[in-house]
């Protein structure tokens, strides 16, 4: 049971303009999500983050945006570079629990 | 170093062969997540450790999987016997506290391969 759904696989973006990267959740108890940035051969590495009491947060080019009606949150880089090419994991949790769940992945190249 | 680091980076083993696998948290995190990511999957959940507190092994797929950490520092996962399914990238994360109030940090992962 996926409770958080990333259902693009892949992103190709050209370099400078916006990567649009989108993540649905079920779980209308998940408060916290995060973004997460992978490479090839590393461990995946934190982004940025947005409380449910947000419903944005920017933090240089990078800006998530939640959507707590249509469970839904969306991460907007602009513009995009070379070097954010990698795979990019949504993730969620509650105040109730314990774990962070997961999205599968979008992997996202810029071209330059 | 100040990272997370797990071992082995790689293994290799036949079907049936017990594996271990070691973490290292960031010193000072209390909690202490493990993860898997089988090919074309996200992450998948295991065990959970905080402190001193009985360990959350929700996540565990069966009973040849156990994982022991030893108060706040070093955590093993053991896999038993093991299954051509069990071939994943397995993850370590750690972070200040549990879930709901900070990130996690992960390790670099340990992919093991059953032939």
């Known amino acids: 049971d996926q409770q958080v759904k990333q259902n693009s696989p892949s992103l190709s973006v050209q370099e400078g303009r916006i990567s649009i990267l989108n993540c649905d959740y079920t779980?209308?108890?998940?408060?916290?999500f995060l973004w997460y940035k992978k490479y090839p051969a590393e461990g995946p590495t934190f982004l940025i983050s947005i409380s449910s009491i947000k419903d944005k947060n920017e933090d240089g080019r990078f800006t998530v945006f939640l959507n707590k009606s249509a469970k839904h949150l969306s991460l907007h880089i602009v513009p995009s570079q070379p070097g954010d090419s990698a795979v990019y994991f949504c993730?969620?949790?509650?105040?109730?629990?314990?774990?962070?769940?997961f999205g599968t992945g979008t992997s996202l190249t810029v071209i330059p | 170093g100040a990272g997370v680091s797990q071992s082995p980076s790689n293994k290799v083993t036949e079907k049936g062969k017990d594996v271990e696998l070691r973490c290292d948290p960031i010193?000072?995190?209390?909690?202490l997540y493990w993860y898997r990511q089988r090919l074309g999957q996200g992450l998948e959940f295991l065990i959970y450790f905080q402190g001193n507190s009985a360990p959350d092994k929700s996540g565990l797929p069966s009973d040849r999987f156990s994982a022991e950490r030893t108060g706040e520092s070093v955590s093993t996962l053991t896999i038993q016997r093991t299954q051509q399914e069990d071939s994943a990238v397995y993850l370590c994360a750690s972070s200040w506290s549990g879930a709901n109030t900070g990130e996690l940090f992960f390790g670099e992962g340990s992919r093991l391969t059953v032939l």
């Open positions: 010193s000072g995190h209390t909690a």
């Open positions: 993730a969620a949790s509650a105040n109730t629990g314990n774990q962070f769940y």
């Open positions: 779980n209308s108890m998940f408060d916290y």
